[in-house]
């Protein structure tokens, strides 16, 4: 395996200060801020088990002055990022065009293609300092997964599974299928039911590469030819997740999508954000992959972050 996996995600959230004050008040996670290369300036960045977060303003350059909120890039902690990078290059997946700069707390990053890796962002660098305060005890445990929205997922699979070494944890299909039943009714002969055979309607493949503590959730349309159902701020369903992701390709093209939280008990969670003010997707748990219950938060809750929370048994 190339690298020790994540060390975090870089966020572009609307108004920092706000996101990094709900991150501290409700969901109960300890901050430290990071030096941002040399610049002068700081982020805030919040230890959540062997990972972090680390939160950015759109247009700042060490997010490539990107505008539009968003998972940005992922950082693959490695106590030696040029021979990690030498590495990768070996294995097949080639270093970005640029050269490497400065990365968070002192550290130095070094970027990999994103064609190499199905649109993920992705740096090499040094783990983050020991001084990170990891030790919040409220409701979240951990980051469960970060999501990919991917239109070949056999490109970012090939990439850190097979180049670089990270496993496979699991492959799972979800499907919405619709039946449709009519019926014939007469004033002599009675009524007649009659069964249509299911027909899908929406579905994604899924497969989850585990990545340290955590895994990268790839997300990919079983059959692109349907269309999705995208409603605003109501409890999601499989057609309504098929729809985000081809919504998001289609606007951005493929690359990371959304961050989830592990939790205990997520319906404790989600009232206790709704009653912290935070406008709600799910208001309780609904099935997710991996046989869990998630809860989604609205993105205009978080700076424009798209935020679930998972609750589930970890198989061995």
């Known amino acids: 395996m190339i ?5 975090y995600a870089a966020l572009v959230v609307r108004d920092v200060e706000a996101v990094a004050s709900a991150l501290t008040r409700h969901f109960s996670l300890a901050r430290t801020d990071f030096p941002i290369g040399k610049t002068g300036r700081v982020a805030p960045v919040f230890g959540i088990g062997e990972s972090a977060l680390a939160l950015f303003e759109p247009g700042d350059p ?8 968003g998972v940005h890039h992922i950082v693959l902690a490695s106590e030696d990022p040029d021979g990690a990078a030498g ?25 990999l293609s994103p064609n190499a890796t199905g649109g993920v962002r992705t740096y090499f660098s040094l783990p983050l300092p020991h001084d990170l305060d ?3 005890k409220g409701w979240v445990e951990g980051i469960d997964h970060i999501g990919v929205a991917c239109d070949d997922s056999a490109t970012a699979i090939d990439a850190f599974s097979h180049r670089l070494g990270f496993p496979v944890e699991s492959r799972q299909t979800d499907m919405e299928v619709q039946t449709v039943m009519e019926s014939f009714t ?7 039911y009659h069964s249509r055979p299911p027909e899908p309607v929406a579905g994604l493949r899924v497969v989850f590469i585990t990545v340290g503590d955590c895994e990268l959730e790839l997300l990919q349309d079983v059959s692109p030819g349907q269309v999705g159902d995208v409603r605003h701020g109501q409890s999601g369903t499989t057609r309504q997740d098929q729809g985000a992701i081809s919504r998001f390709i289609a606007s951005r093209g ?20 709704e009653r912290s003010g935070h406008v709600m997707i799910d208001t309780t748990g609904r099935p997710g992959s991996r046989r869990a219950r998630i809860g989604f938060i609205h993105p205009r809750s978080l700076g424009g972050i798209l935020m679930h929370l998972v609750q589930r048994d970890r198989l061995p």
């Open 3 to 7: 690298g020790n996996g994540l060390a």
């Open 62 to 69: 060490f997010v490539g002055g990107q505008e539009h909120t």
């Open 87 to 111: 590495l990768s290059e070996s294995a097949g997946v080639p270093i970005a065009g640029v050269e490497p700069d400065q990365g968070l707390g002192g550290t130095r990053r070094i970027m």
């Open 134 to 136: 990891r030790s919040a």
């Open 186 to 192: 007469s004033d002599k002969y009675g009524v007649v």
């Open 254 to 273: 493929p690359g990371l999508h959304h961050v989830a939280l592990k939790v205990s008990d997520i319906d404790h969670a989600l009232v206790d954000l």
